[in-house]
């Protein structure tokens, strides 16, 4: 298996284990109390949003040529980070 495709697996798991994550927040914040409800909430959807442009750096990682590859996967990497830190700001703001 190629770096590249093993590289592009290594993140889809990554996604499907922070959607996994994030299904348990979504649960959470139907449990909240109204004012948290709608805040959890936004908060989720932010995140879902910031999945779905992580899953599309994926296809492009997937679509790319090998002369652009290297600077997709920049963004990719940059988008992971973008995602994975808004998921830990999440999981602190959810347990307060």
Do not use: P, T
């Amino acid at each position: 298996m190629s770096d590249r495709k093993a590289y592009e697996q290594k993140l889809r798991a990554k996604l499907d284990e922070l959607q996994a994550e994030m299904d348990k927040l979504k649960a959470r914040a139907k449990g909240a109390e109204a004012d948290k409800r709608i805040e959890h909430e936004q908060e989720v959807d932010q995140l879902e949003q910031k999945r779905e442009n992580m899953r599309q750096k994926l296809d492009e990682l997937r679509d790319s040529s090998d002369d652009a590859w290297d600077d997709i996967k920049a963004g990719a990497e940059r988008a992971w980070g973008s995602l994975n830190d808004s998921l830990e700001k999440a999981r602190s703001r959810f347990n307060k």
